[in-house]
């Protein structure tokens, strides 16, 4: 029988993604065996990083820093920006390590049931900074769901008022496939082997 914190415990880390109450009551316990050397270093480093985590006011990646470390690196293309629907696709394309330019995070895709607008997307913030960094190539990386298409098709037709390029990944990227699930080399070569939008 648990006590309560421990349930507690098992409880909180059965709720994040891809752990069920089996494998939250293993790591919970991989934790309470040794708490000097797991479970205090993790629960501080949380603390720490939950008191100073942040959104990008910028772009909308997730960071302590705001603007995040890639909107405040000198030596990024500020010209270039990729367009994900979600913070771990730029994590993703990060890993990759070939991409040089800035971000624009959606946080969703367009989504009538799920009552998601142009709004949330913060596509006002994207046009601003496009203006302002005399942006000219926006890179557009959503999924190949239907949702992701339509969002793309949305934001490549507000840019035709635009002076820019409009790109999208090269083909390879699996039907509704989310780029957290590739490889660093595919992504690499989905990047590199970028098309130009066609215009229609
Ligand atoms: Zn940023």
Redesign the pocket.
């Known amino acids: 029988m648990e006590s309560i914190e421990i349930k507690t415990l098992i409880s909180l880390m059965s709720k994040i993604p891809g752990l069920g109450p089996r494998s939250a009551r293993r790591a919970i316990l991989t934790l309470l065996q040794n708490p000097e050397k797991k479970l205090i270093p993790l629960a501080e480093q949380m603390l720490l990083t939950a008191k100073k985590i942040k959104l990008?006011n910028?772009?909308?990646?997730i960071?302590v820093h705001d603007?995040?470390l890639?909107?405040k690196d000198d030596k990024r293309e500020i010209k270039t920006i990729c367009i994900v629907e979600e913070i771990s696709d730029l994590w993703a394309i990060e890993r990759a390590g070939t991409y040089k330019g800035?971000?624009h995070v959606l946080g969703g895709v367009l989504s009538a049931i799920d009552g998601i607008t142009a709004e949330d997307l913060k596509v006002n913030k994207l046009l601003e900074v496009i203006k302002k960094n005399e942006v000219d190539e926006v890179i557009l990386a959503t999924s190949v769901t239907v949702a992701g298409q339509t969002t793309s098709y949305y934001i490549s037709d507000l840019l035709k008022e635009e002076k820019v390029k409009v790109t999208r990944l090269a083909q390879g990227i699996p039907m509704g496939g989310e780029l957290d699930y590739l490889d660093e080399g595919t992504i690499g070569a989905a990047l590199s082997l970028r098309q130009p939008v066609q215009e229609n």
Do not use: A, E, F, V
């Not at 910028?58 to 990646?61: D, E, P, Q, S, V």
């Open positions: 990008c910028i772009c909308g990646n960071d603007p995040c890639i909107c800035r971000y």
